[in-house]
């Protein structure tokens, strides 16, 4: 099992352009998730997924976008790249809440991304 | 709003030492609490979760407490060692939050030898 993976590692952007942060879970997860991290902010929701054709908005969701077509995908997609997106983006799994809690959320390796 | 709190910020210790570190959480209302580990420019390594029924999970040296109607967790590392160094993160899954983790900014850790 590959568990979550995420493409690319690393990517320097210039303000303006726009790219794709890959995210992909081999566990048949239903529920997906997008989160950054930022130094003195921990770790803030973005996005999340319970399921291929739903998608709701977490804390922080201006300025992306996402779609989840299939169950193994959660691509997040930057529209137009600011500095203030400068951050680390990591991509989450999880079973559903049912089964009494025990399904821990699994996490990516992350995306470090700076624009310029 | 619901909140998550780590204590201390960093904690330096030489090996061997038995060490807690401390989560406290604003809503007992809570689904699980999650450990993790984060390594210097690395991802998130999920450590022990804790269901809202349990009042304890354990995986090797290391041993998590629950305790909701205080909001507050500690995480035990026994015998510790200087690969233990790392941030260690709690993370709550508020029962009314639906799937989103609420993290604490973590407690630094440094074991020297």
């Known amino acids: 099992n590959a568990g979550v993976t995420q493409t690319p590692k690393f990517q320097v952007l210039k303000t303006g352009q726009s790219m794709t942060l890959q995210c992909a879970q081999d566990?048949?997860?239903?529920?997906m998730s997008w989160y950054r991290q930022d130094p003195g902010m921990g770790l803030r929701l973005i996005h999340y997924?319970?399921?291929?054709?739903?998608?709701d908005q977490g804390e922080v969701p201006n300025g992306y976008n996402v779609s989840r077509s299939t169950t193994e995908d959660f691509p997040l997609r930057l529209l137009s790249a600011a500095p203030s997106q400068t951050s680390v983006y990591f991509c989450a799994s999880s079973y559903s809440k049912t089964g009494g809690g025990n399904q821990p959320q699994h996490f990516g390796d992350g995306t470090r991304l700076s624009i310029l | 709003k619901q909140e998550v709190t780590q204590i201390p910020a960093a904690l330096s210790v030489p090996e061997g030492e038995n060490l807690v570190l401390n989560c406290s959480f604003t809503?007992?209302?809570?689904?699980?609490l999650q450990w993790f580990r984060q390594d210097p420019g690395k991802g998130l390594t999920s450590l022990l979760l804790?269901?809202?029924?349990?009042r304890e999970q354990t995986s090797g040296r290391l041993n998590a407490s629950l305790d909701k109607s205080s909001g507050r967790s500690t995480l035990y590392i026994a015998a510790s060692q200087p690969g233990d160094s790392a941030t260690y993160l709690c993370?709550?899954?508020?029962?009314?939050?639906?799937?989103?983790?609420?993290f604490g900014k973590g407690t630094s850790l440094l074991v020297t030898p």
């Open positions: 804790i269901q809202s029924s349990q």
């Open positions: 566990m048949n997860h239903e529920y």
């Open positions: 809503d007992s209302a809570i689904y699980n």
């Open positions: 993370a709550v899954l508020f029962s009314n939050s639906g799937y989103a983790l609420n």
């Open positions: 997924s319970v399921g291929a054709g739903i998608t």
